[in-house]
């Protein structure tokens, strides 16, 4: 598809852009859904976002952002239904959607967005060194984090859980997962949290979801630990060999990473974040990325402002 970039088609290409992106289309084995993307014509729509003119905010963040007409934001790549890039490059998910929105507000248009495939383990490096403006990929708020970065939000609250081998019923859940094999991700929370000893798990350390996915179902670890909403990605993407466990066990509310010294641009963000919740946008996104993965949709957890 063809189509002529003039200001005023802007807001109609991103529709159409968005919308082929959503229809994903990729190939793939039969019931293998790559970007867990939505097909069909009754799939849920993604909203487009209003991009807001003369931004003005005190941040040194945005102020370098918009001298070089492009933000940099951070994300994940191999996240079905949240933070995904296709074999095209073409991002999708309820992350990426956050990062438009939030994008849009601070005066950038999806064509001045540039993603950053940022994995876990980084991620307070990429963004303390400046290599991305924001960050936004299924990253829990908390204390220590809060150490070396800022953060806007929450905008949505996970949990870790466990993503099993459909045909194994030995775990059913935390406390079933004594003596097997389970794998996480470096820098994450649930690794963390699964290599508690009251575990008694055997835990393998990976850099990404993908390939602890990989080792699930090649059968060299019995089971993935990571937040649901995750979880829930790779089991719609192959709901013959996989699924969730869906007893959540830890608290993760998902917040917009970014400088820890930047305070405008944090309440920037809760500011964008607050109003594509009430006007709308919020919903319409998880409705056409999250929600499609089996993740109900839940009214977002208040804002913490700092
Ligand atoms: N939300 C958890 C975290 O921030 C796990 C997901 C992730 O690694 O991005 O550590």
Redesign the pocket.
């Known amino acids: 598809m063809k189509l002529r970039r003039s200001a005023a088609a802007a807001a109609v290409v991103f529709a159409l852009t968005a919308t082929a992106t959503a229809c994903g289309g990729e190939s793939g084995t039969a019931g293998d859904k790559p970007g867990g993307a939505p097909s069909g014509k009754d799939a849920p729509k993604l909203p487009t976002y209003t991009v807001a003119k003369d931004v003005k905010v005190d941040s040194p963040t945005l102020k370098k952002a918009q001298k070089r007409g492009e933000i940099v934001i951070g994300s994940?790549a191999d996240q079905p239904y949240l933070g995904f890039e296709d074999t095209e490059g073409k991002r999708s998910g309820f992350d990426i959607e956050i990062a438009k929105m939030v994008a849009a507000d601070l005066g950038f248009s999806p064509e001045q967005i540039t993603f950053k495939t940022v994995d876990?383990g980084v991620r307070e490096t990429s963004i303390s060194k400046g290599q991305v403006d924001i960050y936004v990929?299924?990253?829990?708020i908390n204390d220590e984090r809060k150490k070396q970065v800022g953060f806007a939000g929450p905008y949505y609250k996970?949990g870790a859980d466990l993503l099993v081998r459909k045909d194994d019923s030995s775990i059913k859940g935390k406390e079933s997962v004594k003596g097997k094999k389970v794998c996480s991700?470096v820098?994450?929370?649930?690794l963390q949290e699964i290599k508690k000893p009251q575990y008694g798990a055997e835990v393998t350390e990976l850099a990404k979801y993908s390939d602890c996915v990989k080792q699930l179902i090649d059968g060299q670890v019995d089971a993935v630990t990571?937040?649901d909403a995750?979880l829930k990605g790779y089991a719609a993407q192959r709901p013959t060999k996989l699924k969730v466990v869906g007893k959540p066990f830890t608290e993760?509310p998902?917040g917009v990473g970014l400088n820890k010294d930047d305070k405008a641009l944090r309440d920037a963000i809760s500011d964008a974040l607050e109003a594509h919740v009430k006007n709308g946008d919020y919903k319409k996104a998880y409705d056409a990325t999250l929600g499609l993965s089996g993740s109900k949709y839940a009214e977002p957890p208040a804002l913490e402002r700092y």
């Open positions: 994940k876990s990929g299924t990253y829990s996970a991700i820098g994450s929370t649930p990571t937040d995750i993760e998902y």
